[in-house]
């Protein structure tokens, strides 16, 4: 008879619920892989996807449907503006895909580079410098609350 140590069981309760995680995981994006078993939200949403659905690598099937996700939650405004994304992505060849990805990322990376550019940049200010430029985040901010015909974060972009 074999006799299991206290920290054996529970490596072996780790291993099992782990398994069952991932199994349950694979068999959930497995099922979505089809355009016919997508829910009729999803599909209401993914349209122009249709008739390359099928064909999309498993990865990004995953990541449109995340989109869709966050869909359902968004306001109705967004929900116009990420049909419209949709529907324009649908439309570009894998070429332009695989540009507009690089590009993608290229902004990422320099955003990621100006803002740890900027933090160091403000790492170096002394704390009247650094109360100055508080206030004038605060009356921007104020700004752009109190005039309605600026869009939000307007204020941020006027000098």
């Known amino acids: 008879m074999m006799v299991l140590s206290c920290s ?4 072996w309760l780790l ?19 089809n355009w016919n078993k997508l829910s009729n939200e999803n599909k209401e949403f993914l349209f122009e996807m249709r008739a390359q659905w099928d064909k999309l690598p498993e990865t990004d099937q995953r990541k449109w449907l995340k989109v869709a996700e966050r869909y359902k939650t968004a306001t109705p405004e967004k929900q116009e503006k990420m049909r419209q994304r949709v529907a324009a992505w649908a439309q570009l060849t894998p070429e332009e895909r695989r ?18 550019t900027n933090w160091q940049n403000y790492q170096t200010l002394d704390e009247e410098q650094r109360a100055r430029l ?26």
């Open 8 to 11: 054996k069981l529970k490596d």
């Open 15 to 33: 291993f099992g619920v782990l398994t069952l995680v991932l199994l349950t995981q694979s068999v959930s994006v497995f099922a979505a892989q």
């Open 99 to 116: 540009v507009a990805r690089e590009n993608f990322r290229a902004l990422k990376a320099k955003r990621m580079e100006e803002s740890s």
């Open 134 to 159: 508080k206030d004038e985040q605060k009356q921007k901010r104020r700004q752009t609350q109190t005039n309605p015909t600026l869009p939000p974060g307007a204020a941020a972009y006027t000098r």
